[in-house]
């Protein structure tokens, strides 16, 4: 399939979700909403390329 994007760096107010944000400063919520984030990326990734990846399993989606 098509990249969909290449980075060098980061800008993080696009690049980290708002409600990692939020559960961050709250002190309370950050796994449950990586993990929720996480399952979105692997439903994102099954529906673009049919492949489905395991939510149990590390994922790097940018590596040097």
Do not use: P, Q, Y
């Not at 439903?43 to 590390?58: C, H, M, Q, S, T």
């Amino acid at each position: 399939s098509e990249i969909t994007a290449i980075t060098n760096g980061i800008h993080l107010g696009t690049w980290v979700d708002s409600a990692m944000i939020k559960a961050a400063e709250a002190g309370k919520g950050l796994w449950d909403t990586h993990l929720k984030n996480k399952k979105a990326l692997i439903k994102f990734i099954k529906e673009r390329n049919g492949v489905e990846l395991d939510a149990d399993k590390l994922i790097i989606g940018f590596a040097r």
